[in-house]
Nanobody
Framework: HVQLVESGGGSVQAGGSLTLSCVTS????????MGWFRQAAGKDREGVAI????????VYADSVKGRFTISQHSANNSLYLQMNSLEPEDTAMYYCAQRPCVSGAQPPEHMRRPPSDYDWGQGTQVTVS
């Protein structure tokens, strides 16, 4: 049974920081794409940052480059998103997502066009004022 559980959202003033955490369980593949996506009110879900557990640099949305950092720890099946210099435009529901992947070329493709077959967490709200 696949499960993803996020935590760490909240309300913060512009310029502040938050760290999102996600613990995953129930997977048995060798390598994965793990990422954070967000959906603001009235907008489509968009990719924020995705990492391939088989190696290589993470990919980020242009809007968060230099401000957000994704990290993944295989030992405890965890994914994190450190968010600095938050802006009101970052206000959204943030979702942790994971799916089996076999290539480091997949995260950039998923950023452009998120596949429908990711497993999703329940989401955690981030509000920046």
């Amino acid at each position: 049974h696949v499960q993803l559980v996020e935590s760490g959202g909240g309300s913060v003033q512009a310029g502040g920081s938050l760290t999102l955490s996600c613990v995953t369980s129930g997977y048995s593949y060798r390598t994965y794409c793990m990422g954070w996506f967000r959906q603001a009110a009235g907008k489509d879900r968009e990719g924020v940052a995705i990492v391939y557990t088989g190696g290589g640099a993470p990919v980020y949305a242009d809007s968060v480059k230099g401000r957000f950092t994704i990290s993944q720890h295989s030992a405890n099946n965890s994914l994190y998103l450190q968010m600095n210099s938050l802006e009101p435009e970052d206000t959204a529901m943030y979702y942790c997502a994971q799916r089996p992947c076999v290539s480091g070329a997949q995260p950039p493709e998923h950023m452009r066009r998120p596949p429908s077959d990711y497993d999703w967490g329940q989401g955690t709200q981030v509000t920046v004022s």
